[in-house]
């Protein structure tokens, strides 16, 4: 197929990357230039392990190519999928100006060069009710009767960075939203020898499946940081509480983000939390766990901090590993690692950071953004060699990797497993 990807952040890189290697044609349309050239370049701009090795191969092969322009090649697709961001707003919500906007490029993209029906999918985490309130109405406004021309179809990804390709690949479900809630031909063609069960159901219920499963993450994150919290002030063992609960899987599920260790954060659960809590609000849905998520991850925030100092004498050399939410990822988008450095700073600690995937040049967009109200991470990070030779008096480990270096340190704490 002729795909074209709207946005260029992690989803929409991983896709553009592994539908051109399963032979599909895939233009990518960004305004960051940057981008855009790694792409041409044959590179990822983004650091999630395979992409790279994807883009590089796409790019002689001739199946990717990346553009700032919206191009009438877009036009010409037989599908185009969305996937630019949707911050949050300030009461919480999810800022839908990049979701209207490019929902109004690309109808008058459609208008200008009128071509076969053209299906657009939506990845991008939206509010229920969005495709029918804001983005079919655009469409309808713009094209009129030719409005039937465009198949308005949501699609929510389940992709975790670090893991990104895999998922793509072997993902745990295929969600496709239509309005009468039948298949979709042009994403069946698409997901076409994925092993993975299919909904096939209407525009609302797909656009609440992403808010649900990534409000259900934060939740257990939660619960697992309060359990292992009352276990560190009971002098019990957590890592052995976390042991036996997850050996239910028939009752609790699944152990994927139940065990007590660091607070939840990046670029999916904060957000989605916040949004949801705001529909919440404006539907009167009264939803009391949820609306406490925020305030016990930052509770918990807290408590990591004076976990990992307890006892450390004023001025203590502090060394952090990882500074980016999630190892093998550079997204600091809502670290909590960014929030424990700024206490460490804060309370008079001399701090270092080790992320071997964090490089200041290389990060963009949003990333780049954080880095800009956070500058001290720039200033603070050391390679591997000052690591290795230096004496500290406390390692705080945020990746589970300390044992892979040769550390000469008082003490090391795995701030992702409470003992």
């Known amino acids: 197929m002729k795909i074209a990807i709207m946005g260029l952040g992690y989803v929409g890189i991983t896709a553009a990357a592994c539908l051109a290697s399963q032979g599909h044609e895939v ?8 981008k855009v050239n790694a792409i041409l ?20 092969n001739n199946s990717i190519t990346a553009s700032t322009a919206l191009v009438e090649k877009v036009a010409e697709s037989d599908l185009v999928i969305v996937c630019v961001g949707t911050p949050s707003a300030v009461d919480g919500s999810h800022n839908m100006t990049h979701i ?15 071509t076969n029906k053209i299906t657009v999918a939506y990845r991008s985490t939206i509010r229920p009710g969005t495709i029918e309130e804001l983005i079919q109405p655009i469409f309808e406004g713009i094209l009129r009767e030719d409005a039937k021309r465009v198949d308005l179809v949501y699609n929510p990804e389940f992709l975790r960075e670090s893991s990104a390709v895999n998922d793509f690949f072997a993902p745990p ?20 020898g994925i092993d993975a069960p299919v909904f096939y159901v209407k525009y609302r219920e797909s656009e609440l499946t992403k808010f649900v499963d ?17 276990c560190v002030k009971l002098g019990i063992s957590a890592s052995e509480i976390h042991r036996i609960f997850i050996s239910d899987t028939k009752l609790n599920v699944s152990p994927y983000y139940l065990r007590p260790g660091g607070a939840f954060g990046g670029s999916c659960l904060p957000k989605d939390v916040r949004a949801l809590q705001h529909v919440s609000r404006s539907t009167g849905g009264y939803t009391h766990m949820i609306d406490s998520l925020i305030a016990s991850n930052e509770a918990h925030k807290a408590f990591l901090f004076d976990h990992v100092t307890r006892g450390l004498e004023h001025g203590a050399r502090v060394l952090m590993l990882g500074i980016a939410f999630k190892d093998n990822s550079d997204d600091l988008r809502e670290s909590p690692n960014i929030d424990m450095a700024r ?45 290795e030779s230096t004496v500290w008096d406390l ?15 008082k003490t090391v704490i795995d701030i992702n497993r409470l003992a």
């Open 27 to 34: 233009i990518g349309i960004d305004p960051n230039e940057t």
């Open 41 to 60: 370049d044959g590179r990822s701009p983004i650091t999630e392990p395979g992409i790279e090795e994807l883009i590089s191969r796409a790019r002689k």
């Open 100 to 114: 209207a906007e490019v929902s109004r490029q690309l109808a008058e993209l459609v208008k200008a060069h009128p």
């Open 173 to 192: 479900k295929i969600v496709i939203g239509t309005r009468t809630g039948e298949p979709s031909r042009v994403l069946d063609e698409l997901h076409e």
């Open 214 to 230: 990534n409000t259900f993450h934060a939740v257990k994150t939660v619960f697992a940081n309060e359990i292992g919290r009352l």
């Open 343 to 387: 206490m460490l700073i804060t309370a008079g600690y001399r701090l270092s950071i080790f992320d071997p995937n964090v490089e200041p040049q290389n990060l963009m967009g949003q990333n780049l953004g954080v880095l800009s109200n956070s500058p001290f991470v720039r200033d603070l990070l050391v390679d591997r060699s000052i690591t």
């Open 395 to 409: 390692v705080i480990d945020a990746r589970g990797t300390a044992s892979t270096y040769r550390l000469n340190a």
